[in-house]
C-alpha cells in the first residue's frame, strides 16, 4: 500500500462520501502541479517522493496557482489548505516527513458580515508581514498608518512631506482639525525607507502616483482592498474604515505598548 492509499484508508471512515471525495480531488490537483513543477507525469511512481520533499513554499505555490489559474472561491481555496494540512499532518504524525511543512499555512478569512468591525491582531500582523511586490513599502506605510494612527482618507491625502519631523507626523488639512502623533520605530523605519526609494523628489505630498501626482481617494481604498485580499482577508465595504475601526480598538483598549510588535510581526 503506497502512501496516499494509506491516507485515503485512514480518514476514509470518518468522513462523508462527499467530502472524501472532496479531499481525493483536491490532491490530485495538488500532485499533479507539484509533479508539473518537476517535469513530470503526474501518475508516475516517483510522484510520491515529490510530495515528500515538498517545502512550505510549494505547497503556498499551489494555494496561489488554485485562486490564480483555477479561479478558485474562498471556500473552494480553504477547501484545499484542509486537504493538504490534512495528509501533511498525517504524514508526520505517521514519520513519512520530519518537519510538518503544511502546519503554518493559514486559511483565508472573509469578512462578510457588518457586524465584524475589526481585524484581530493576528490577522493585522498576518497583513503586514504579506505585503510584497511592486509599491510595497508605499502599501504598507498606507496601511499601518490606517492602523496604527486611525486615520482617514483625507487625513493621508492631504498628508505633506513637511508635516512628517524626526519624531512626530501631523495630520489635518485645516488648522483647528489638526492633530500630532508620536512616530514609533516601525514607523520611523518605513518612513526612511520610503523617502530614501518611493517618494517622488519634489513633491509636497507624501503619497503620489509615479508621475507625482497625489493619489486619488479611489486609489487609497483600491490599495486597501488589494493588499487585504491578497492576504485572504475578503471584505464587504470599505476597506480603510474597516482598518480605521480596527486601529481605534486596538490601541484603545491598553495595547499601544505593544505598537512596535504589532506592525513589524
Given at each position: ?171 489635518g488639512s485645516y488648522c483647528d482639525n ?88
Open positions: 500500500m503506497n502512501i496516499l492509499e494509506s491516507f485515503y484508508s485512514n480518514i476514509k471512515n470518518n468522513l462523508s462520501v462527499e467530502s472524501f471525495n472532496g479531499y481525493k480531488y483536491d490532491l490530485k490537483c495538488l500532485i499533479r502541479f507539484l509533479c508539473e513543477r518537476e517535469g513530470m507525469d503526474a501518475n508516475d511512481t516517483d510522484c510520491e517522493r515529490i510530495i515528500l520533499q515538498a517545502n512550505e513554499a510549494d505547497l503556498y505555490a499551489f494555494i496561489v496557482y488554485a485562486r490564480e489559474n483555477l479561479h478558485n472561491g474562498v471556500d473552494a481555496l480553504n477547501r484545499k489548505i484542509s486537504s493538504v494540512r490534512k495528509l501533511y499532518d498525517f504524514l508526520y504524525e505517521n514519520n513519512y516527513i520530519k518537519k510538518n511543512v503544511a502546519r503554518n499555512i493559514r486559511k483565508f478569512i472573509t469578512v462578510k458580515d457588518s457586524s465584524r468591525n475589526i481585524l484581530s491582531m493576528q490577522e493585522c500582523q498576518y497583513l503586514i508581514k504579506n505585503i510584497n511586490g511592486r509599491n510595497a513599502t508605499r502599501d504598507r506605510l498606507i496601511v499601518m498608518m490606517f492602523l496604527y494612527y486611525s486615520v482617514n482618507v483625507n487625513d493621508l491625502l492631504h498628508l505633506k512631506t513637511e508635516d512628517i519631523s524626526e519624531n512626530s507626523i501631523t495630520f489638526r492633530k500630532t502623533y508620536k512616530k514609533n520605530d516601525a514607523l520611523k523605519s518605513i518612513l526612511n525607507d520610503f523617502f530614501s526609494s518611493c517618494h517622488i523628489p519634489g513633491s509636497s505630498n507624501v503619497f503620489t502616483t509615479s508621475t507625482g501626482k497625489p493619489l486619488s481617494r479611489r486609489s487609497i481604498q483600491h490599495i486597501t482592498a488589494k493588499r487585504l485580499n491578497e492576504a485572504g482577508i475578503y471584505v464587504n465595504g470599505d476597506t480603510t474604515q474597516l482598518l480605521r475601526r480596527t486601529g481605534l480598538k486596538i490601541f484603545s483598549t491598553g495595547q499601544k505598548g505593544s505598537a512596535d510588535k504589532f506592525v513589524l510581526a
